[in-house]
């Protein structure tokens, strides 16, 4: 395990964890979009289908029990919990899931290493996970006003990509034969979708204000 | 697995 990836997998944390700590101390998931925290549920259920019958490593195992974990009580507070789930915007966030994971789904099934269940289903979370965050997007942009914890949450999400991408690069120069396209692609389709929102988002830090999207 | 090796990340 190298520095960058070591980074990355801290900084994913980071997010999750902040997003649910904001989640509990402010008793509001306002600006969060329940769409996103579901398609992340999705993407961990069908992408850590191999605890079952994989073992990589302590870390490994952990850390996908604990990404499991927090996207399902982040889920259960907008959904369940008798404050929270009444600050969610449910009108705001309506952005279509089945236009993503449909289309996931497809290209999982066409695009793989291998024709099996487990196989379709990992290859398909690493597509939905490079569009998962799209309705948390359409919902700050609809809001229009970013408040500094959820834009905190999505420049951490987008810097583990990029760090990830260094990880890759990092892999490739050091670990005879490894590639993987499929995850590669994906994640560097996952990284463009952020740098829209990090440009706005560096901007606001620059000019020390709250930041705004444009309309 | 990716090409023959193990799925080591997350």
Known sequence: ?215 | LIGGRKKDEL
């Not at chain 1, 952990?62 to 974990?69: N, S």
């Not at chain 1, 809001?143 to 959820?150: E, F, Q, R």
């Not at chain 1, 490739?172 to 490894?178: D, I, K, P, R």
């Open chain 1, 1 to 215: 395990m190298n520095i960058f990836r070591l980074a990355g997998d801290m900084t994913h944390l980071l997010s999750i964890i902040v997003l649910l700590l904001k989640i509990q101390a402010t008793k509001s998931c306002a600006g969060v979009s329940l769409k996103t925290q579901e398609l992340y549920a999705v993407v961990f259920v069908t992408r850590y289908l191999d605890l079952f019958y994989s073992f990589i490593s302590l870390y490994n195992t952990v850390m996908k029990i604990i990404f499991l974990l927090t996207a399902f009580t982040i889920i259960w507070y907008m959904r369940k919990h008798k404050v929270v789930c009444q600050t969610y915007d449910k009108e705001q966030d309506t952005f279509r899931v089945l236009f993503l994971i449909v289309p996931c789904f497809v290209l999982a099934l066409l695009v793989n290493h291998e024709m099996s269940v487990t196989e379709v289903l990992w290859t398909f979370s690493i597509y939905l996970e490079a569009v998962a965050i799209l309705p948390q997007l359409v919902l700050l942009q609809r809001t229009k006003n970013v408040d500094n914890l959820t834009g905190n949450y999505i420049f951490m999400l987008g810097s583990y990509r990029a760090l990830y991408l260094v990880n890759w690069v990092y892999r490739y120069f050091t670990e005879l034969g490894y590639r993987q396209w499929i995850v590669w692609v994906s994640g560097t389709v996952q990284t463009c979708v952020y740098l829209d929102f990090f440009y706005y988002y560096v901007q606001a830090w620059r000019n020390n204000e709250r930041m705004k999207l444009p309309g």
